[in-house]
């Protein structure tokens, strides 16, 4: 595999793993870094893609809530108000937790719906996607150089 093609196949991985939607993006990249393709490049690919699904689920959350009296929408509204409730007692420092599995899509969700700004939303979300997949790189490359 070229490594444009790694860097693509990361990249929409990344993008499909950080929406709503199940997927991950981890074991690619550990296979593509033990293939030898360059940790720079996959990592760029990976936290672009990724922090790119996460805007997606920012603009989701900023205009969810014009659906949220509908009958179709699929979240109740008990568990709406309890969510805001949460993000609103940890505030934007909760982002901090957007790399988390479970967790992490839904606060990128629940900060477009409290109507977190955006370029705090960015920050504070692109730091922790990339250090997470630095780590990860670090880890699988053990003790090699990342960048």
Not at 38 to 52: C, E, K, R, W
Not at 62 to 85: C, D, N
């Amino acid at each position: 595999m070229s490594t444009l093609a790694a860097c693509l196949s990361l990249f929409f991985a990344a993008l499909v793993a950080a929406t709503l939607l199940p997927a991950q993006s981890e074991a690619l990249l550990g296979a593509l870094l033990l293939a030898g393709h360059p940790p720079a490049l996959l990592l760029i690919a990976a936290s672009t893609g990724n922090v790119l699904g996460s805007i997606i689920n920012w603009l989701l959350g900023r205009g969810i809530e014009h659906y949220r009296h509908r009958r179709w929408f699929p979240v109740s509204e008990k568990a709406l108000s309890r969510a805001q409730a949460w993000y609103h007692r940890y505030g934007r420092w909760s982002l901090l937790l957007s790399w988390a599995p479970i967790i992490g899509d839904p606060l990128t969700l629940m900060a477009g719906v409290m109507r977190e700004p955006f370029w705090i939303f960015l920050a504070l979300v692109t730091l922790a996607k990339v250090g997470r997949y630095l780590l990860l790189a670090a880890l699988v490359l053990g003790g090699q150089q990342v960048l």
